[in-house]
């Protein structure tokens, strides 16, 4: 597994859309301009900024302000499309279905969805990316309280289809509810950042919040499909996250029933209700109990009448670990199936070479058979809706050397090969890719000290740069979809 490897540059389909990804909290930047209201990452890096590595979302990259540039540079690139979210405390300052609309916040996102079709740039539109407008936490606890928090998640959908839909047809509902859910109320290292140390129920909260994002999804669904569809003509899915677990021992069948258990906690929990239309995976009901939220009778009928609705299977990956099953019985607030999560197995051997990040590890391999197991499982065509990785040491190269960033290269390279395989060897109908990310910018709880962007981003000039990756990928990308010609 760890041994380097050669990019081959195998084919892809002729028809196969490339492009690149971002989220609003992560790009903007305006944090306050032009009456935008405040969401929990503007106060979660404001409130104890040692969370965020010292940093927020303030400015970002001003891309608020320069999103004329941003488009331009993208069509440099040659990109077929192009993934961003809506600032949902941008368009509803306040979030609640009784708020008034920001007609400003509407304003920018038009001008952004029409300058990517004058480039001919498909936009694919994130409802949801992590920056729930602080209001609703304050008035009803947001995700903690389903009904509460539908009917307005409702109303903000309604109002996108409704305003942007004449142009959009591609729309994703939530990005990676299990990062909202484990690291948003679990861990607390995410926004609103609940965790047992800040009082809060660690054993049930993800579960209620995982409930709610499932519920929210197939409502918006179901009035995109009844109210929307009709004559937008266009696609709604969801984004999953998720690593592939490999076996800690590939010989024991306790460990490899846990890597299959750690990968239905991780993505099951969302895929199963959402794309099957049934209950959370058995495994799941059996470990959690009364942890885990029921479905209501009416909320089981949303979710068989809206699954086949769902356009494909929108997968953020990223990495693979190795997956330990430890003796029961589990931590109280065990949230893994009681699986410890490895670099290395066994024998000692590591995952793959590592990136800048610690846990972002070089695996194709590990790629290549969650692209099998998600189809497998779920036979929906799949898009890849992120991929990427920032290079070793990259936060503190100079300009000059962030540019030349071979291991991102080698990074696409290998991945992309693992899905020419996954197509051509395995028959897994994938159908897209957009690279994480279109530009360096505010990684979290990481601040501006990671990496990700195939442009460079200099935090004092702005300066945008493109660095050799975006040029591999606007060359490779036409070249391995000419082999299949
Ligand atoms: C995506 O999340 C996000 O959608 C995007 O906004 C973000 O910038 C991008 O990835 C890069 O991080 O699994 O405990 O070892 C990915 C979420 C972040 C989840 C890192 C796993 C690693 C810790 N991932 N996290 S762990």
């Not at 929210?216 to 569809?229: D, L, P, R, W």
Request: net charge negative; proline share 5%.
């Amino acid at each position: 597994l760890s041994e380097p490897r050669e990019v081959e540059d195998l084919p892809l389909p002729h028809d196969f859309l490339w492009g690149t990804a971002t989220a609003a909290y992560q790009i903007e930047g305006g944090a306050s301009q032009d009456n935008k209201g405040k969401s929990i990452w503007d106060t979660f890096s404001h409130l104890e900024p040692s969370r965020t590595n010292g940093a927020n979302g303030d400015v970002a990259c001003d891309h608020y302000n320069r999103v004329a540039e941003d488009v331009d540079l993208m069509a440099s690139y040659g990109v077929d499309t192009y993934r961003f979210s809506i600032s949902w405390s941008r368009v509803i300052p306040f979030g609640g279905r009784d708020d008034t609309v920001n007609e400003d916040g509407v304003l920018f996102y038009n001008k952004l969805v029409d300058l990517l079709l004058s480039r001919k740039i498909i936009p694919i539109v994130t409802l949801y990316h992590w920056d729930a407008p602080q209001e609703l936490y304050d008035r009803y606890g947001a995700f903690l309280n389903t009904s509460e928090f539908r009917a307005d998640f409702e109303r903000f959908a309604r109002l996108c289809f409704s305003r942007f839909g004449d142009r959009v047809t591609k729309w994703v509902t939530f990005n990676e509810p299990y990062i909202i859910s484990i690291f948003g109320h679990h861990s607390g290292v995410l926004a609103p950042g609940h965790n047992a140390a800040s009082g809060h129920d660690t054993r049930t909260e993800p579960w209620r919040v995982g409930h709610t994002i499932i519920v929210s999804h197939a409502a918006a669904v179901h009035i995109y499909a009844t109210e929307f569809q009709p004559t937008q003509n266009g696609s709604i899915t969801i984004v999953l996250n998720g690593h592939f677990y490999e076996p800690w021992d590939a010989n024991s069948i306790e460990h490899q029933a846990g890597a299959q258990r750690r990968l239905e906690f991780y993505i099951g929990w969302f895929a199963d209700p959402i794309f099957l239309g049934t209950d959370y995976p058995a495994e799941m009901r059996a470990r959690l109990g009364s942890r885990l939220p029921e479905f209501s009778p009416d909320e089981m009928a949303l979710l068989r009448n809206t699954a086949s609705t769902n356009a494909y299977y929108g997968m953020n990956h990223y990495s693979t670990k190795f997956a330990r099953a430890l003796p029961d019985p589990p931590v109280e607030d065990d949230c893994t199936g009681n699986v410890e999560e490895l670099a290395t197995n066994n024998k000692g051997k590591m995952v793959g070479p590592v990136s800048g990040m610690a846990w972002l590890r070089v695996a194709p391999d590990g790629f290549r058979k969650l692209l099998n197991w998600v189809w497998n499982r779920y036979h929906l065509p799949i898009v890849i809706t992120e991929n990427g990785c920032p290079c070793p040491g990259e936060s503190n190269m100079s300009l000059e050397q962030a540019i030349n960033d071979d291991f991102r290269v080698g990074y696409f390279g290998l991945y992309l090969d693992a899905i020419s395989r996954a197509i051509y060897e395995d028959g897994v109908p994938v159908h897209g890719y957009c690279a994480w990310s279109l530009m360096d910018n505010f990684e979290w709880s990481a601040g501006y000290s990671a990496r990700y962007g195939i442009t460079h981003v200099d935090y004092d000039t702005l300066l945008r740069t493109p660095k050799k990756s975006a040029l591999y990928l606007k060359r490779t990308f036409n070249e391995r979809r000419k082999k299949h010609e």
